[in-house]
């Protein structure tokens, strides 16, 4: 027994309202052709989306169109009919393109009218009506077209075994504008939900990278090695200028990448770090670019990479020299093209990025060795820039030891102990191998374990270093001063100690005593003053 008109009419009610409540696009496409494919007289139901024009040059209807720029998808198909023909599903079919403009569905795109082909076969006949549309006993054709604020987005079509009733026409207009609502409406809760994902990864990562970019400030320090790079920044960052930061660990590489990007046109968007001496070789490819859920064992859902979390922004490469060989190249052609895919995934996406990098080791060198891609160095030394260690501008251990003092105490909830001139000579006289992040923490283990006001610094005790000699005597005089004899250095030994026993009020040991005015081990001073015969 057929259903009534009255039972058709209550499924597509019902159909309405289930458009107005789907929120995801695919599964809205799939419920309103399976809905209109389930009435007795639509073997075929189908909507086509206008999208870009991606596969002309392997698209059969290629010499057909007139517009290459954009085209209709077949995005959803459901009815008997097109389970006997699977050729001609939207994915791999012949039909999954049509030009604008092209048979009936491409003219209601193009007119924003629907349409009516009452008997298909004989209307057109130089297109093709395939074999197994004669056999589901189709003979019409009725489209309408999907309008969403005055803009055609796609057509809806169904494939009958009759003319439409006049009652059914007018349902299927009603269902093409609910339709056209309904898929803006879920591409604009696909994208919310999708940068609200992006937001979501981004304030996850700036979690991680708050506290460090807080803690260490501005640049910090007068000295000219701070100046010219200083001066470095200010020339490179208005630019999109790729910039490589060369110097040892702790130098504070990664401060300079951020004053370059806080002073650069894309200060707007975020400065995502990589590091790349931190990520497992196995991860490398997932950490860049990403990936999608099922890609490989343990990815339960998709994850964007860095380079698309930096779209708009910065990427600065920390390590950058640590990159396994075999990624370097993928890692060149983003560089070169703004292009990459998630693993797993086949869609090639682009991003606009910038790129910082930095290394503590020689690239240049090892280019040449053979253990870093030259095409990748070069991309990358735009515009060098290197940063001078600790030990070479120790005039700014004052100012960056004051200012780490304050925000350590502040962060700490620590009460702020007084620097003082001995406690700065004792600083000036290490060599700092660690550079400005030993310091940085050196100085926060004083203020934690500082006791009425008074700072110890946990520092190996040795002789003055070339960063205190260099403070002590200016390199010009030194290049000029003539070996002295024995005797004269005794001399002048004994009058160091005794200068430095009489400004700490003759005592050896502790703080404030003449053994860490000096430099020395309490023990090593004493058998020093005994030695010289001083008291």
């Known amino acids: 027994m057929k259903p009534s008109h009255e039972s058709q009419f209550a499924a597509l009610f019902d159909l309405l309202l289930e458009i107005a409540r789907e929120r995801s696009t695919e599964a809205l496409l799939r419920r309103i052709v399976e809905r209109l494919a389930d009435q007795p007289h639509v073997p075929l139901a189908r909507i086509w989306l206008i999208g870009p024009g991606d596969i002309c ?73 395939p074999e197994w549309a004669r056999r589901a006993g189709i003979h019409s054709f009725a489209g309408q077209p999907l309008t969403y604020q005055g803009k055609v987005c796609g057509v809806l ?173 993928k890692l060149l052609r983003v560089l070169q093209e703004g292009e990459f895919e998630r693993v797993g995934e086949a869609n090639t996406r682009r991003a606009d990025v910038r790129i910082i990098a930095a290394s503590n080791h020689d690239l240049k060198e090892e280019a040449e060795k053979g253990r870093f891609r030259q095409d990748l160095y070069y991309r990358l030394n735009v515009f060098p820039i290197h940063v001078a260690p600790l030990r070479r501008h120790p005039e700014d251990i004052p100012s960056l030891a004051a200012c780490f003092m304050q925000r350590a105490a502040a962060r700490l909830n620590c009460p702020l102990p007084r620097l003082t001139q001995a406690d700065i000579l004792q600083l000036q006289q290490y060599d700092w191998p660690g550079n400005v992040r030993e310091l940085q923490n050196v100085i926060e283990r004083a203020i934690i374990t500082a006791r009425s006001g008074i700072l110890r610094f946990d520092l190996p005790q040795a002789t003055p270093g070339k960063a205190a000699m260099a403070t002590l005597v200016p390199a010009a005089e030194a290049d000029g001063e003539p070996i002295l004899p024995e005797a004269e250095i005794r001399r002048r030994e004994r009058a160091n100690i005794q200068t430095a026993l009489r400004r700490c009020g003759g005592r050896i040991y502790g703080h404030g005593g003449a053994a860490r005015l000096l430099g020395l081990k309490p023990t090593t001073l004493a058998s020093r003053i005994k030695k010289l015969g001083l008291k």
């Open 57 to 129: 040059r392997t698209c059969p209807a290629e010499p057909d169109c007139p517009d290459r720029s954009s085209c209709l998808h077949l995005v959803a198909s459901a009815g008997s009919a097109a389970e006997e023909a699977p050729e001609e599903q939207p994915v791999g079919g012949n039909l999954r393109r049509l030009p604008l403009g092209l048979c009936a569905v491409g003219q209601i795109a193009v007119s924003g009218k629907p349409l009516e082909v009452a008997d298909l076969e004989n209307a057109q006949p130089n297109a093709p009506f």
């Open 157 to 329: 079509g169904i494939f009958t075994r009759a003319p439409l009733r006049d009652e059914t026409w007018l349902w299927l207009r009603m269902i093409a504008d609910h339709a056209a609502a309904a898929i803006a409406n879920a591409r604009a809760f696909e994208e919310i939900q999708r940068l609200k994902q992006r937001l979501e990864l981004e304030r996850d990562y700036l979690r991680e990278e708050v506290w460090e970019a807080h803690y260490f400030g501005d640049i910090v320090g007068q000295s000219p090695a701070l100046k010219n790079i200083t001066a470095q920044i200010e020339l490179v960052a208005p630019t999109d200028a790729s910039v490589l930061i060369l110097g040892e660990s702790g130098t504070g590489k990664e401060l300079v990448a951020r004053e370059i990007h806080k002073r650069s046109l894309r200060r707007d968007h975020p400065m995502i770090k990589v590091n790349c001496a931190a990520v497992p070789s196995e991860l490398y490819e997932s950490e860049f670019f990403g990936h999608v859920r099922g890609a490989f064992t343990g990815a339960l859902k998709d994850r964007a990479g860095r380079f698309e979390l930096a779209d708009g922004g910065t990427l600065f490469l920390d390590e950058v020299g640590e990159i396994p060989g075999e990624l370097q190249s």
